[in-house]
């Protein structure tokens, strides 16, 4: 008998006794001298070779209650119910002897989950079968009815079926009446409503074989071991996520001298029946997968660990498959591999541990290996060891989401019956191998997540037998060779986000079993006409689904034969250079399309207002295309529209009525960058982005149904009144506001408070009061930016206690007062400080240089906070350099300290030389005294310094030489002196970065000027004024040189300002 159970079961044994008996009788019958003519007729009562009338009733009573399709029963017709589908007879008796009535899913088995089967009753008449052996009422929806317990008379069921049937209650304990099972299969859904109080009536069932109760709810069943252990019949053993509870010390005298395969995957407590189950020496399956870090080991508390592991498989020494994956293991591969046994082993899964450690050479000795998963370990290491020429047997190899390094080694070729290879998710570099074509059965090709390079070689169209081809995020250059158009069984290609150029092959239209293409951020270009027309010449139109084309170069326009791929259901073609008008006959046959995004091209969206799509979609994406200034009106019979993208289309003017209904039951909505105005329509149920429009008036109550709310995004429009208190209700997550004529305070949030909020955006409106309280809950803020309103108050400690997800705190061009808290250094995720334009006292913190994230130079970009299935981009507005800049993309990348336009004093700390990440630091227009420091060349990612109009002295550091990253310096009207160091940049800045210094000379300063500064020149000045000199006459005849500054302040929002300062000779 196989190991793992089958799908039927013999049951001609009472059929071949019945036999003996006629051909007994047959001999009785010739022993009286009874000979047998042509005319002799001997009637043997109760043999017949058609079934039961009783019995044909009681099928069809069955059939009555059995959902059908349409052709399940379609053979259940005439007399002879023998013959029907599903439906067996003893040969002698006519009794019916088999009945299979599970439903005929040619799908895997968990796909029930998704494909309605419809409701299912089993009818009282199946208790008149009284002579079934063999029983299977599998895979139907008996809608959460209990195990029917008239099934426990059928005391002659060999074989027992009543998985995924959807029945629910307690499994009655009536089946031990059952005892000449041999296969029972009881497994439930997922959802454990199936459960039993104890399994006392299992030892009534001396000959089970097989067993599966996985998905049953066991718990109650603490006897379960001792029950199980009292069948030594039992072959396969299967209890799956079945809630096992602990069994405590003595375990009993291991009695399951047969058991072959054992599953005992997701339940808990499993350390102590692996070291039980050692005992086994006769199993050859051993499935203990998803058993998680929560075990109690034989000894005590604790993991399951590799010394458990090792006891049991130095034991087991016929082993062909063991699966321990998902366990959470700690230690290296080569601990388990050196306790294998077993020669036989074929399957081994070891994935979603936390081994570690190289693959060890000695894995290849296992030569009958058939499939091997190591994936998602995570601190797999070292190169992949060369691979001998004698695992032939090998058809599954798995090696992803690792830390492994080198390249694809050459002695890939030997594998040459590999069916799946994932590679993906390592450190893999170099090219793709040439003998990669040597692999002619593989179907499955993962090299993606790496940082492969080099071309895709013109070999892979060898391997005729691929269906997937995935190489996504790589360096992969070049042109996409014409030979992978040969791969006419591939269903699956994924090259996006690598370096690939050229245009799509013309050879591509041939692959018509495509599902799905996916060549996204590339820098591939040409026109798409070559594509559509070849996918034309397939004998029957393709089979796409998927098409994603987006960020690529691509250019001409969108062929209207798009229109005729009649099954594609997702088409992505956003940031491209297309061109071109798009009419109605590029959506023609689409009739199974479920969503499209056109963006960020140069389209004009051409469809009459009276269009009626031939699709009803969940998603369209026109943003930056030309769509008129009207909303189009056939939008209204996109009634599964989910998320709608018109940003920047050209939208003027107010929204139409019907809008405020469509658009509240969307899930997310963006219409910014347009001309739209009037009042806010109502809010979809998650996202709405309205920036950049004219809206007018409040924002209205109805928000305040929308608690579901995750973004809103108002900023520059015209909107006035107060911020409404319910947005301490929402489930917010980016709040911004900025840049409008909100008024008021900010509402207290007394009893709730918006938790969730990541975002929130509240600068450049009129709003006063204090810095809200209710932002101390806030602790997964990562940007908080309150800048140009008419805040006041301290700055409060608790910012630096509880928010310490803050990468931006922008509090700029407040009347906020007293000291920096000294606990804002906490914040070491901050990478952006501005306090700039307040009326800020007292010392720089020592311990400022404690800023972590500007300690480190900043690698990775990561501007985009993700919510569900939306990407917000967050930015801020910073002034360096002379010129105000909205970093969006690369705001992750930029550090920032902006403390200037304060009244500020003491010396700058020395410690703020640690911040060696810093890329801009404004302290100008305080009162800041003591020398600069001198390791301040130590900031070598410094590209904008202001530290003018402060009380400086000293002289410049010669460290300053070593910036080479400087491109604007300001230490203009401080007290500095000395020569400017001639080394580095220094003497390439403008004379202004200097000027108002007492005693400074050197390039570019010609020589020593003494200035005498005006007292109301102090707090004028600040980063990178424009400085012109002429010479003028003044009342008394003396000759004045007026130096005139035109003053752009290193803060977001300063206004330029001009004055004269007179200086006599």
């Given at each position: 008998m196989a190991a793992a159970g089958s799908g039927s079961f013999q049951c001609g044994r009472i059929a071949s006794k019945r036999l003996m008996m006629l051909v007994a009788l047959l001999l009785v019958s010739c022993c009286l001298g009874q000979g047998f003519g042509d005319d002799d007729h001997v009637e043997v009562e109760g043999i017949s070779s058609s079934c039961m009338e009783s019995e044909r009733r009681a099928l069809l009573a069955i059939k009555s209650d059995m959902y059908d399709p349409g052709d399940r029963f379609s053979s259940w017709t005439g007399k002879d119910c023998c013959g029907w589908r599903g439906v067996a007879c003893d040969n002698t008796t006519g009794h019916v002897t088999k009945l299979d009535l599970r439903y005929p899913y040619t799908d895997d088995i968990w796909d029930t989950f998704w494909k309605p089967i419809g409701i299912s009753k089993v009818n009282p008449s199946l208790q008149e079968l009284k002579h079934l052996e063999y029983l299977d009422l599998s895979v139907n929806n008996f809608f959460h009815a209990p195990v029917p317990k008239m099934i426990a008379s059928l005391v002659h069921l060999e074989y027992l079926n009543l998985s995924h049937a959807m029945f629910d209650g307690l499994i009655p304990p009536q089946l031990g009446n059952l005892s000449n099972l041999h296969y029972l299969d009881l497994q439930g859904w997922y959802d454990g409503q199936l459960h039993v109080d104890d399994l006392d009536w299992l030892s009534r069932i001396p000959y089970l074989k097989y067993l599966d109760m996985s998905y049953v709810n066991l718990s109650r069943a603490t006897n379960w071991l001792s029950e199980i252990n009292s069948i030594p019949t039992l072959e396969l053993l299967r209890l799956s996520a079945a809630d096992l509870p602990y069994v405590p010390s003595p375990l009993p005298t291991f009695n399951l001298t047969a058991i072959l395969t054992l599953d005992l995957s997701w339940n808990l407590n499993m350390s102590t029946m692996l070291r039980w189950f050692s005992n086994a020496t006769s199993l050859e399956y051993l499935i203990l997968f998803g058993t998680t870090s929560q075990f109690i080991d034989s000894v005590g508390t604790g993991s399951l660990t590799i010394e458990s592991v090792q006891i049991a498989l130095g034991a087991l020494s016929n082993l062909k498959e063991l699966d321990l994956s998902d366990n959470s293991l700690k230690g290296e591969i080569l601990e388990i591999l050196n306790n294998v046994r077993s020669r036989d082993l074929k399957h081994l899964d070891l994935n979603s541990n936390y081994l570690s450690g190289d693959i060890p050479q000695t894995l290849w000795s296992l030569g009958n290996l058939e499939y091997l998963d190591l994936s998602w370990n995570f601190n797999v290491t070292g190169r992949i060891p060369a691979l001998p020429g004698n695992l032939t047997s090998l058809?599954?190899?798995?090696?992803?989401?690792?830390?492994?390094?080198?390249?694809?080694?050459?002695?890939?070729?030997?594998?040459?019956?590999?069916?799946?290879?994932?590679?993906?998710?390592?450190?893999?570099?170099?090219?793709?191998?040439?003998?990669?074509?040597?692999?002619?059965?593989?179907?499955?090709?993962?090299?993606?997540?790496?940082?492969?390079?080099?071309?895709?070689?013109?070999?892979?169209?060898?391997?005729?037998?691929?269906?997937?081809?995935?190489?996504?995020?790589?360096?992969?250059?070049?042109?996409?060779?014409?030979?992978?158009?040969?791969?006419?069984?591939?269903?699956?290609?994924?090259?996006?986000?690598?370096?690939?150029?050229?245009?799509?092959?013309?050879?591509?239209?041939?692959?018509?079993?495509?599902?799905l293409l996916d060549l996204s951020q590339n820098s591939i270009g040409?026109?798409?006409?070559?594509?559509?027309?070849?996918?034309?010449?397939?004998?029957?139109?393709?089979?796409?689904?998927?098409?994603?084309?987006?960020?690529?170069?691509?250019?001409?326009?969108?062929?209207?034969?798009?229109?005729?791929?009649?099954?594609?259901?997702?088409?992505?073609?956003?940031?491209?250079?297309?061109?071109?008008?798009?009419?109605?006959?590029?959506?023609?046959?689409?009739?199974?399309?479920?969503?499209?995004?056109?963006?960020?091209?140069?389209?004009?969206?051409?469809?009459?207002?009276?269009?009626?799509?031939?699709?009803?979609?969940?998603?369209?994406?026109?943003?930056?295309?030309?769509?008129?200034?009207?909303?189009?009106?056939?939008?209204?019979?996109?009634?599964?529209?989910?998320?709608?993208?018109?940003?920047?289309?050209?939208?003027?003017?107010?929204?139409?009525?019907?809008?405020?209904?469509?658009?509240?039951?969307?899930?997310s909505l963006n219409m910014s960058s347009n001309n739209l105005q009037g009042r806010l329509p109502s809010a979809p149920q998650s996202m709405l982005d309205l920036s950049n429009n004219s809206f007018v008036g409040p924002i209205p109550q109805s928000f305040a149904k929308d608690t579901g709310l995750s973004l809103l995004s108002l900023s520059h429009n015209h909107i006035t009144g107060n911020l409404p208190p319910f947005f301490c209700d929402i489930v917010i997550q980016i709040l911004d506001l900025s840049n409008n004529y909100l008024i008021g305070e900010v509402p207290n949030c007394h009893y709730s408070f918006p938790t969730s909020l990541q975002s929130l955006h509240l600068n450049n409106n009129n709003l006063s009061g204090t810095i809200p309280l209710f932002l101390k809950y806030c602790d997964q803020l990562i940007t908080l930016d309150l800048g140009e309103n008419k805040l006041h108050g301290r700055i409060p400690t608790w910012i630096g206690r509880n928010l310490s997800s803050l990468r931006v705190l922008r509090l700029r061009s407040n009347f906020l007062n007293g000291t920096i808290p000294m606990n804002i250094v906490n914040l070491t995720s901050l990478q952006l400080l501005d306090l700039s334009s307040n009326n800020l006292t007292g010392s720089l913190p020592s311990s400022l240089g404690n800023f972590s994230a500007m300690v480190e130079i900043q690698n990775d970009i990561r501007s985009m906070l993700h919510i569900e299935t939306y990407y917000y981009s967050e930015s801020s507005f910073i002034t360096t350099k002379g010129s105000t800049v909205d970093y969006t993309t690369i705001?992750?990348?930029?550090?920032?300290?902006?403390?200037?336009?304060?009244?500020?004093?003491?010396?700058?700390?020395?410690?703020?030389?640690?911040?060696?990440?810093?890329?801009?630091?404004?302290?100008?227009?305080?009162?800041?005294?003591?020398?600069?420091?001198?390791?301040?060349?130590?900031?070598?990612?410094?590209?904008?310094?202001?530290?003018?109009?402060?009380?400086?002295?000293?002289?410049?550091?010669?460290?300053?030489?070593?910036?080479?990253?400087?491109?604007?310096?300001?230490?203009?009207?401080?007290?500095?002196?000395?020569?400017?160091?001639?080394?580095?940049?220094?003497?390439?800045?403008?004379?202004?970065?200097?000027?108002?210094?007492?005693?400074?000379?050197?390039?570019?300063?010609?020589?020593?000027?003494?200035?005498?500064?005006?007292?109301?020149?102090?707090?004028?000045?600040?980063?990178?004024?424009?400085?012109?000199?002429?010479?003028?006459?003044?009342?008394?005849?003396?000759?004045l040189e007026t130096i005139t500054l035109d003053v752009t302040s290193v803060v977001v929002g300063s206004n330029k300002m001009t004055t004269s300062m007179a200086a006599y000779r």
């Open positions: 058809r599954y190899l798995s090696l992803d989401g690792n830390s492994i390094t080198g390249e694809i080694p050459s002695s890939i070729g030997n594998v040459t019956n590999l069916v799946f290879l994932d590679l993906s998710s390592n450190n893999i570099v170099g090219r793709i191998p040439e003998i990669i074509g040597a692999l002619i059965h593989i179907q499955v090709l993962y090299l993606n997540h790496n940082y492969i390079s080099g071309q895709i070689p013109a070999i892979i169209g060898d391997l005729q037998n691929l269906r997937k081809l995935i190489l996504e995020d790589n360096l992969i250059t070049g042109q996409i060779p014409d030979t992978i158009g040969g791969l006419h069984n591939l269903t699956d290609l994924d090259i996006s986000n690598n370096n690939l150029s050229g245009q799509i092959p013309r050879t591509m239209g041939g692959l018509c079993n495509l599902t040409g026109e798409l006409t070559s594509l559509f027309d070849g996918l034309s010449a397939c004998a029957q139109w393709t089979s796409l689904l998927s098409i994603h084309m987006d960020r690529n170069r691509l250019s001409g326009t969108i062929p209207s034969s798009m229109g005729r791929v009649s099954q594609l259901q997702y088409l992505y073609l956003s940031s491209n250079s297309l061109v071109g008008n798009i009419t109605e006959a590029h959506f023609s046959n689409l009739t199974n399309l479920l969503g499209f995004t056109i963006s960020s091209n140069s389209l004009n969206v051409i469809l009459p207002n009276d269009w009626h799509p031939p699709f009803n979609v969940e998603f369209i994406g026109m943003s930056f295309c030309h769509l008129g200034a009207e909303l189009p009106t056939w939008l209204q019979t996109q009634t599964q529209l989910t998320n709608l993208y018109l940003c920047g289309v050209g939208l003027s003017g107010n929204l139409p009525v019907w809008f405020s209904n469509f658009s509240r039951g969307l899930w705001l992750s990348l930029v550090t920032c300290i902006d403390l200037s336009n304060n009244h500020l004093s003491g010396e700058i700390p020395k410690e703020l030389t640690q911040l060696l990440g810093l890329r801009f630091l404004n302290l100008s227009n305080n009162h800041l005294t003591g020398r600069i420091p001198e390791k301040i060349g130590d900031m070598k990612q410094l590209e904008s310094l202001d530290l003018s109009v402060n009380d400086l002295t000293g002289e410049i550091p010669s460290s300053f030489s070593a910036m080479h990253f400087l491109e604007r310096l300001n230490l203009s009207y401080n007290n500095l002196s000395g020569k400017i160091p001639t080394s580095g940049q220094l003497s390439t800045f403008d004379s202004w970065a200097y000027v108002g210094n007492k005693g400074l000379c050197g390039m570019p300063l010609p020589d020593c000027l003494v200035y005498q500064t005006p007292p109301d020149a102090r707090h004028i000045a600040t980063s990178s004024p424009e400085v012109g000199v002429k010479l003028e006459e003044d009342d008394d005849g003396d000759m």
